[in-house]
């Protein structure tokens, strides 16, 4: 005699569990955010495996299969992992999904795009920057330092892959840190050294921005709320949270940094202008224009005048790079070696934990360099 589930567990005395969310996300940040929100409504599972390209990774058949039974795809956009946009637009219409670059509401940068011209002036601790940052779309705003700068009435999202019109940055060979895109010509945000290299185009390391963070997370409970509408109250509260803890970590990390606002430092590559934006920051360059393929020597030439030019204090590893290159740039230069940026946090113990312990590593790094 064959019992159904719900026949055995009545039998049992043991309720049936109930439906949990099924989310997935393809980087550890977005994970990170993901898990702020759902709590204990389901699970979030983590596609990219450490180590891996986030531009050009394939999907091992057992991550397939999870992608395609999931409730909900959370993801941070085509500029930065295509892939998860292939694998969505194969499931067909019915794929739900939320590319977090293209919620409403986000202020994004262009690489290249200098800091914002009020940034350095203003900053003085008074978090009144009134940031004005070219939208991705048309919509403008100011805000205060840090602190839910960000005013927006709809977490606009889309059930679909999305295609921004920019080039993808595929087939870069970065590794851990999730990011690199082709021939990302440094323009040294908020400085001009007339470097040949420069390029355009979509910055997808949004994250780095935690007013941006703080509207996705609202967005990730909006989203959530609609395939469980019984526990959309439980979503609101876990983002109020989440957005209190953000709050707190942007005011952590504008302490933090405050030993190295004036210092002029170079990273290995163009990644970090919401972070040097935001907390006003002076970056004099990058080693790396892309993860394409190495810096030439006119390159290198070029990057060491500009950290002469800035009086550059520090320069940066990044994680997953061989960091000889990095040595070799400030060999007789009197530059400092910061510790290793791990931008994407791919060294990190995924999790709700991952995205605060990103940003305040990555502030401390900057600040210990400082004082040398």
């Known amino acids: 005699m064959r019992y159904s589930i719900a026949l055995a567990a009545a039998m049992l005395g043991t309720p049936l569990a109930a439906h949990e969310l099924r989310v997935v996300t393809d980087i550890p940040v977005a994970h990170s955010l993901v898990s702020m929100v759902l709590g204990d409504h389901g699970t979030a599972d983590l596609m990219l495996d450490r180590g891996a390209n986030a531009h050009s990774y394939q999907l091992r058949p057992s991550q397939a299969q999870a992608l395609s039974q999931a409730d909900v795809v959370v993801w941070i956009g085509e500029e930065m992992t295509p892939w998860m946009g292939r694998a969505i637009s194969g499931l067909g219409g019915d794929a739900h999904s939320v590319a977090l670059l293209e919620v409403d509401g986000v202020l994004l940068r262009e690489f290249g795009q200098a800091k914002d011209a009020k940034a350095h002036d203003e900053h003085a ?47 870069d060979d970065h590794g851990h840190e999730d990011h690199g895109h082709e021939d990302h010509g440094h323009e040294d945000h908020g400085h001009d050294h007339g470097d040949d290299h420069a390029h355009s185009g979509l910055d997808p390391h949004a994250w780095l921005d935690t007013r941006i963070a703080t509207i996705w997370v609202d967005a990730i409970a909006t989203e959530l709320a ?26 952590e990390i504008d ?23 935001q907390f006003d920051l002076i970056q004099a360059g990058s080693i790396a224009l892309g993860d394409a393929a190495s810096p030439g020597a006119q390159r290198l ?14 320069i940066f590893p990044e994680a997953a790079h061989d960091p000889a290159l990095v040595t070799t740039m400030i060999d007789g230069t009197g ?6 940026l791990d931008p994407a946090g791919s060294l ?18 900057i600040a210990d360099c400082a004082q040398g």
């Open 255 to 277: 302490t933090i940094l405050a030993p190295a606002r004036d210092m002029a430092f170079v990273t290995f590559h163009d990644a970090y202008g919401y972070f040097v934006n």
């Open 125 to 171: 601790h008074e978090d009144d920057h009134g940031h004005e940052h070219d939208h991705h779309g048309d919509d403008a705003h100011t805000g205060e330092h840090g602190h839910d700068a960000h005013s927006h009435d709809d977490h606009g999202h889309e059930h679909a892959s999305h295609d921004h019109g920019h080039d993808d940055h595929g087939d």
């Open 348 to 365: 990190l113990e995924p999790g709700a934990g991952l995205y605060g312990t990103l940003m305040r590593n990555m502030a401390q790094a």
């Open 301 to 314: 030439a070029a990057l060491r005048a500009d950290m002469q030019a800035d009086a550059a204090v520090c």
């Open 335 to 340: 530059v400092r070696l910061g510790a290793t």
């Open 226 to 251: 609609e395939h469980m509408p019984d526990h959309a109250a439980d979503f609101a509260a876990n983002a109020d949270s989440a957005k209190a803890e953000i709050a707190a970590l942007t005011a």
